[in-house]
């Protein structure tokens, strides 16, 4: 039985992706600060494990790897999920504590995470796993009024690309899924009216979370000599070609 540890799993994307694969017959790790969110999502499964911990903290992120590995013995991948968005303004309209906030989770908690798999990984028997970033539609195309945001999932790109050329000696691979307009609770305002590019406001199609989480379990299910390095998966008709 393959293990996946899912950060974020408290909520929207990383809810629906933990219950899936749990359905699928996989022991999922379930990551986020809050406990009691993620017993919901875990629903009282036996191949559930409830790790409540802050991915900004290097601490914790330490000791939730250990006890997964002091539970499960290895880690077959992490789905590197947890994020955060600020609302939209203008750069000198962003407070500066709401940079650092969103860029301690959607960067440092990346890396952290991303750091620990890497090393489990790499010293586990047999060596190797795999690693899935949570990138956006906005690592490559940014929405108005997105800095931080944006900001954020480039750098996301870059930690894929590197962790996909260092991974490949220990047989650790990488990839990215780049998700837009799944409907979840960050979306919900795409339902309502967004502000587009022109300045207008539109509303914008969604798209089914659980299409996201049938397409993890797709990257994640590929033998290690495979990889998806990049996958796009949006509302058919939301803007992103053309977004600007």
Not at 42 to 50: D, M, R, S
Not at 177 to 194: C, H, R, S, V, Y
Not at 214 to 219: F, G, I, L, P, R
Request: aromatic share 6%; charged share 15%.
């Amino acid at each position: 039985m393959k293990t996946i540890m899912i950060t974020g799993a408290g909520s929207g994307i990383g809810r629906a992706t933990a219950r899936h694969f749990l359905e699928n017959g996989w022991r999922v790790a379930l990551v986020g600060r809050r406990a009691e969110t993620l017993t919901e999502t875990a629903q009282g499964h036996e191949n559930a494990l409830v790790l409540p911990f802050d991915v900004t903290v290097p601490s914790e992120v330490e000791a939730g790897f250990a006890t997964l590995r002091d539970t499960w013995g290895r880690l077959d991948v992490l789905f590197n999920n947890a994020g955060v968005g600020v609302p939209a303004a203008h750069i000198d309209e962003i407070k500066v504590e709401d940079w650092l906030d969103l860029s301690n989770i959607n960067i440092t908690g990346m890396f952290l995470c991303a750091r620990a798999a890497y090393g489990m990984m790499r010293h586990q028997s047999p060596q190797g796993g795999r690693i899935i970033n949570n990138g956006s539609i906005s690592a490559h195309a940014p929405r108005v009024g997105s800095v931080p945001y944006t900001m954020s999932k480039h750098a996301v790109t870059g930690l894929t690309k590197t962790l996909s050329l260092d991974g490949r000696q220990f047989n650790i691979a990488c990839g990215q899924i780049d998700i837009g307009n799944a409907l979840t609770e960050m979306a919900a305002p795409m339902t309502k009216g967004i502000a587009q590019a022109d300045g207008s406001i539109k509303v914008e199609p969604t798209m089914d979370v659980a299409q996201v989480a049938t397409s993890v379990m797709y990257m994640a299910g590929l033998p290690l000599e495979t990889n998806v390095q990049f996958m796009t998966i949006m509302a058919t008709a939301m803007p992103f070609i053309g977004r600007g």
